[in-house]
């Protein structure tokens, strides 16, 4: 059974993380590091910001087998590469060494705002 943590509790847009603890720590930390990483490579087309930075990442969950499901969602139900970028999150997730695989769901509860963002974020797309 998966514990849930919150990754970084300082910003808004950090993800839930559940952990698994068959885990050594030092491994967890580094999965979750490099997982995070792997997101900031996914970028909406449409918005100069990578889809971490900008919220859309929900919940990170690392199971005792190293697969890792994603809740995510989008800036708008009617985002046009809405079929494509699950997909896109999956790829740079399992390219990350030691992830057995990925799954991405969808979910729009709650709806995606700018609050998520990061500073990060707001400073690319010049949101102050």
């Not at 885990?23 to 100069?48: C, G, S």
């Not at 708008?76 to 799954?103: D, F, I, L, N, T």
């Amino acid at each position: 059974m998966s514990e849930l943590k919150t990754y970084d509790e300082t910003q808004p847009n950090h993800p839930a993380v559940a952990t698994a603890p068959a885990l050594a720590p030092e491994e967890l930390d580094r999965l979750t590091d490099e997982v995070i990483q792997a997101l900031k490579t996914v970028y909406d087309p449409e918005i100069p910001a990578d889809v971490y930075e900008l919220g859309l990442i929900y919940r990170i969950e690392i199971t005792d087998e190293r697969f890792v499901n994603i809740d995510m969602t989008l800036t708008a139900p009617g985002c046009p590469v809405a079929g494509e970028m699950p997909g896109w999150v999956e790829a740079a997730v399992q390219g990350v060494p030691g992830v057995s695989g990925c799954k991405v769901t969808m979910v729009f509860d709650p709806p995606w705002d700018q609050s998520r963002m990061s500073d990060l974020a707001r400073v690319a797309l010049d949101m102050w």
